[in-house]
């Protein structure tokens, strides 16, 4: 399905005359840890077979063809948004990564270093944890193996820790209950089918309205 976006920019198209050799640099990002995972180029066919497939395409320069990323391993790019720059001679990719983007098995081609927002790793890992279900490896599926009432009972008890911590003089303390109140309600909005980026919707569209 295409997103709203989409659908308004794809009269858009990339300016491919502008190069030589008609292939535009993608940047390439997780729509959710907002991680930068690689660059890429795009010919005009592979762009729109990018935009008909909803999974990205490149224009490969050392095979010179079209290329599915993950063609062999799987690890595919479902497209989520896309964006031109400028100029419209480059294009930001949003996509969800069907496991790690490097062929070294990296998450992204710029290495352990080039980071997202943990956070949304977090929520990724604390998806992975419930999908396995094992609560003898794992505090998280052992929590909500308890029922939904103990996961909220610990986001209060995390939020009172907060408070408590916050009136006192002890930034490090301060800083180590937030991340723990963090967690847990990360853990809440999973067992209730809920995302961080539903969180950062409402915000963004609470901020959009303000007079």
Request: net charge negative; with cysteine; proline share 4%.
């Amino acid at each position: 399905m295409q997103m709203p976006e989409q659908l308004t920019q794809r009269n858009h198209k990339p300016d491919f005359a502008k190069y030589e050799d008609g292939l535009v640099p993608v940047i390439i990002q997780d729509s959710i840890s907002q991680q930068v995972l690689m660059l890429g180029y795009v010919s005009d066919d592979a762009w729109q077979q990018t935009l008909d497939t909803q999974v990205v395409t490149f224009f490969s320069r050392s095979k010179q063809r079209l290329w599915i990323k993950g063609e062999t391993s799987g690890h595919t790019l479902s497209l989520v948004s896309w964006h031109l720059d400028c100029d419209q001679d480059a294009i930001l990719i949003m996509v969800r990564p069907i496991g790690p983007t490097c062929h070294t098995g990296s998450v992204s081609c710029f290495g352990t270093e080039a980071k997202g927002h943990f956070l949304y790793q977090l929520e990724q890992i604390v998806a992975e944890k419930l999908m396995t279900n094992d609560p003898n490896s794992s505090y998280t599926a052992r929590l909500v193996q308890k029922g939904i009432h103990k996961v909220a009972q610990k986001v209060g008890e995390e939020g009172v820790e907060v408070v408590i911590e916050a009136m006192r003089d002890e930034p490090d303390l301060l800083l180590a209950e937030s991340a723990d109140l963090l967690y847990h309600l990360i853990v809440l909005l999973r067992a209730k089918g809920q995302s961080l980026a539903a969180v950062d919707q409402v915000l963004s569209d609470r901020h959009q309205t303000k007079p």
